[in-house]
Each structure stands twice: as C-alpha cells, then as structure tokens.
C-alpha cells in the first residue's frame, strides 16, 4: 500500500496537471497563446503514477502531448506557461511552443512532436547511462499511434539487445487524432510487442494511478538491476478532443455515452477514493493543496502574460 507522504506526491502531481489544464483550455480562447495545446485531462494518472518512481537524475522523452510528462517531472510551472505564450523567459525561450517543453534539471529532456520521435531519444540516453556506468533509467512517453512507427520496435530491439534501462511506456487513449485503434492495427495488444524482444510487458488501467505506481516502481527495480528494459501499456483515455480546448464527440470519433463513462473513471477522483479508503489524505488536506495549487497557476498566468517576446534568433 501507498504511504500518506507518497500520496500526498501523487495528489499534488495529478492536481496540478489537471488545474494547469483546465487553466489553459480557459484562456486559450483569449488567442494569446502562441501554439496549438494538446491536452492531457484524463490521462494524468499515467505521468503522475510512472514520475513518483523516477529520481530527478532519470530522464523523461515526451510528445506532443507533454505538459502532463513536464508537470508530473516536476517541471517549472511559470517557465512552461511563459512557453505556451512565446515569451522569452519560457522553458524554451519561446520559441518552441506547447509541443516542446524541456526542464533538463530534473530530468525533462524534451518532447517531440514527431510521432515516436521520444523513443529512440530515450533509449540513447539508456544507452549513456550504461556505458558511462550511471545508475539512472530513461523513460519515453508515447501514444497508441506511435507503435505503428518503425522506430518503435527498433528501439525494443536494441534496447533488449544491450540490456539498456528503459521503462517504454505507452499511453493508449485508443486513438490517434481521428483514427481509432482497430482501423490501424489488428488486435489492441501493445503491452504484448516487446515479447520477441524478451522485454516484459504490462497491461496496466492507466487510470488508477495506484496500479501506475506499482507496476511502475516494478518496472524501474527491473531496469535498474541490469535486466534491462520494460514496456508499459497504460490504457486511459483523452477527455479534450486531438487539438485545442474543446473536446470532440460531435466529430463522431467518440459517442457521447463512452465520453460519460470515461469522464466518471477520472482518474482524480479515483484516486480521491482510494485515499479515503485507505485513510492517506484528508477531503479538507486535498482542498488546501487544490487551493495553492489554483494559486500558483494563476500567478504563473500573470507572470506569463507580463513577460518579454521571444527573441527570434537570425
Ligand atoms: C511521424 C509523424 N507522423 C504523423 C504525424 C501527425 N500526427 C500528429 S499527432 C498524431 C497522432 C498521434 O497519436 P498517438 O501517438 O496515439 O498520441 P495521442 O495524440 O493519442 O496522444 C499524428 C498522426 C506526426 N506528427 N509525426
């Protein structure tokens, strides 16, 4: 079982990918921000549940969808909104956008928007750690769609090959932009595609962050002791539509009725649940850390909007 001190990490993790989020999906519709966002509200009890295992030394590869990844890492709040607006103080002085958020001190080496871009970046820094004998694990995040990219199962093999500390772990919200799952591949069985590789492989509700959280730490144990890597398929499920601030069942990728029943697995409020049942963190301690949280966004926002353009670089 969680500790209450762990489950206070986890809350404060999940909150404030969630009111970040909601707090962008806000004033996105000012149109100051200077990118397109792709949102992660839904999905936050994968990055939550897989970063309270990682040390600030192990590193993270995220996507287009990384504020979740940046946030859960620990990342600098104020630096990745200021990002988001183009300013000059962002992670990426402004230039990079909501796709491209890095925080190299604790860990968050970048994100990607090319489709499995992360994964072969991650097993390099495996490959680092190993040859230069540093005890730290890389982990790239990724979609359902990306294991449909070449480099995906080249980076399995290589991994396995040279026994290198990866956790692969995979968000599947079952579809990629408008396409979903079964109209791309065969069988919905991603946690099986390290198994010729000898990698083991995890199915996991990527909605329960208590079950991220153990099959996580297992997972870094395994790659630490020299066994070499692991893949986590953690299913869940996108909330916001692709793109934006909306969400998209109008589209007719999604029906109303599987939107409901995903939003009541929210991943928050379930892990709310399992905090009362197991008595870890208090309603009214869980409102004070909401509280602060919201607090710290909308300084972040201020500080943001006040800030200096990017300069561009000729
Ligand atoms: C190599 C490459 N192919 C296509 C695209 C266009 N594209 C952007 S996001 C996306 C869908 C990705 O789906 P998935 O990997 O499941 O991640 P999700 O958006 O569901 O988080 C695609 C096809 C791209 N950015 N890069």
Redesign the pocket.
Known sequence: MMDPKTAADAYSRLIIIRLTEEAIAEEYKQQEMKCPV?L?IG?EAVAAGVSLCLSDQDVVFS???CHSHYLAKNGDLNRMIAELYGKKEGCAKGLGGSMHLIDEGVGMMGSS?????SIPLAVGAALSFKMFNQPHIAVPY??????E?GVFHESLNFAALKKLPVIFVC???????S?P?LARRPANNIFQHGQVFGIPGYQVDGNDLASVYATAKRAREHAASGKGPVLIEARTY?IMG??GPQQDCSSGLRTQEEWDQWKDACPIKRFEAYCDEKNLLSESERETMRRSTQLQIQEAFEIAKAGAPAEWIA
């Open positions: 792709h992660s999905q996507t287009h969808r928007a090319i489709v499995g871009g990724f979609g359902d769609g990306a294991c990219e968000e599947n919200n079952a579809v990629a932009t396409s799952l996108r692709h793109v």
